[in-house]
């Protein structure tokens, strides 16, 4: 049972490091997204559903530009912007996260029906 535990930890570890590409739920609660779009991408009053973006989105790199800059994006966008309106709180910049890893969120948030 030693060596097994002395095996097991080691790999848990590991695995809730980082080994590895991360997780997009994950990266989806961690970097705050829920506040304001919830749990399961439906929206709330913060925030718009986050559902069926291939409508507007051509790429996950068109939505990781967005994150970086949602206020360029928003200005550039008569779509955004109209929507834009009907929330109080603004998108912030993400930080924090290499473009990889936001790639990984976008794709998420695209294939989210
Ligand atoms: C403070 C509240 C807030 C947080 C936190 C937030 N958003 Fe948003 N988000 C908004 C609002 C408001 C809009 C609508 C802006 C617009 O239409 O221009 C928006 C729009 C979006 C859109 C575009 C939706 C569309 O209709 O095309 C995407 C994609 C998006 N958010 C993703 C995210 C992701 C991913 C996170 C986490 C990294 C996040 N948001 C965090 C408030 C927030």
């Not at 973006?53 to 779509?79: C, F, G, H, I, M």
């Amino acid at each position: 049972m030693r060596l097994l535990g002395t095996l097991i930890l080691p790999i848990a570890a590991l695995a809730s490091f980082g080994c590895g590409p991360p997780d997009p739920e994950t990266l989806y609660l961690d970097l705050g997204c829920p506040r304001c779009h919830g749990f399961h991408q439906e929206g709330n009053r913060y925030g718009p559903s986050l559902k069926g973006l291939t409508e507007n989105w051509v790429s996950a790199q068109t939505v990781v530009t967005y994150l970086r800059d949602p206020k360029k994006a928003v200005e550039n966008d008569a779509r955004l912007k109209a929507q834009d309106r009907n929330y109080e709180l603004k998108m912030q910049p993400v930080t924090g996260k290499s473009d990889e890893d936001l790639a990984i969120l976008a794709t998420f948030l695209l294939t989210t029906e």
